[in-house]
């Protein structure tokens, strides 16, 4: 009984020790995982900085009226082209009752003036014919007279500009709003009959149309104050039009706003730059437009792909697993200098024929996926 136990007891161990036995050898002949690995190479990096704007015509003005009144004729439409000089629309006079009133009382004041100067004047002048007045006393009773003619001449050319809103109703009237540059009819924001006001040092006045230069267009933009300090005014620029299928057009930027704005939180800066346009292509107006900046480019510097980079969670500090031998990689710090957003610059920590662990797989994956297409 007991020798049964005995090599019942042996059989157990031995199974037990078979299966302890298999365990570990499976464990440790687990085939060792496969990441794929890339070398550095040596390419062309620059960084841009991409200012989103509007393009707008360099010499853009608004007409107003030099008298208030109402829009009597519109001779143009939104989109002619015109000359400088050109009539554009014509103000009807509304006068004030009141002042209409006060100018007429003025012509007659002023014509009683007159009328009674000019019967010393003549009564004068027969008297000093006859030698019975010194020169003095008619020539002063002949500046009295002249006085008296101007003011009551002046009077009625008040009356007729408050009345008319001009004093000939020539081409030079205030009623006509004429062209003062030549260009592209922008806007016409009045309608005929709508009532304008004039433009003076205590109101802007009613637009009545708005013109442009078609010729010569401007970009305006705007940049993170991150980039600001990186951009002087004469660097060539790249203008792109998304509303005519990503149309590029040289420029060159002229001015760099001294000043930021801040706007949802972060500070942008006005760019502005003059963009060559070429004859072909039907610009309008206050197209979207996109500029990129070359900030800074180097050439033949060796570089990896920045979805290689990984970073330490205490120190930050950018590193790479570099393979050692078979399945084995090592932790290598790098130092980095520009990057593109997609390579990136390694001035210290690589050198070229380095094998560098592939560890973002769904980064890889989709780069794969996208060539692929």
Known sequence: MNKTLKISLILVVIILLAFV????????????????????????????????????????????????????????????????????????????EQSLVSANSRISSTK??????????????????????????????????????????????????????????????????????????LEIPVREGDQVIQSNNFNAGTTIAIIADMSHMIFEGKVDEAEVGKLKEGKEIKVILGAINEKEFPAKLTFVAPRGVEENGAVQFTVKANVTLDKTTNIRAGYSANAEIDIESKDSVLAIREALLQYNRITEKPFVEILESEGKYKKQNVTLGLSDGINVEITEGVKKGDKIKVWNKASKDNEDEGQGR
């Open 21 to 96: 036995l298999k365990y570990f050898k499976d464990a440790n002949s687990k085939t060792i995982e496969d990441f794929k690995v890339e070398e550095p190479f040596y390419t062309s990096i620059s960084t841009k900085a991409v200012a989103t704007g509007k393009l707008n015509p360099e010499e853009e003005i608004e007409l107003k009226p030099q008298i208030s009144g109402i829009v009597d004729d519109i001779l143009i439409e939104e989109g002619d082209v015109v000359k400088k000089g050109d009539l554009i629309a014509k103000i009807r006079v509304v006068p004030n």
């Open 112 to 185: 009683l003036s007159y009328d009674n100067a000019k019967v010393l004047y003549e009564r004068n002048k027969s008297l000093f014919e006859k030698g019975v007045i010194s020169k003095q006393d008619f020539e002063n009773s002949e500046l009295a007279f002249n006085q008296a003619k101007e003011t009551l001449h002046q009077a009625q050319n008040d009356y007729q500009i408050i009345k008319r809103g001009s004093i000939s109703g020539g081409s030079s009237a205030n009623t006509n709003i004429i062209a003062q540059i030549a260009g592209t009819i």
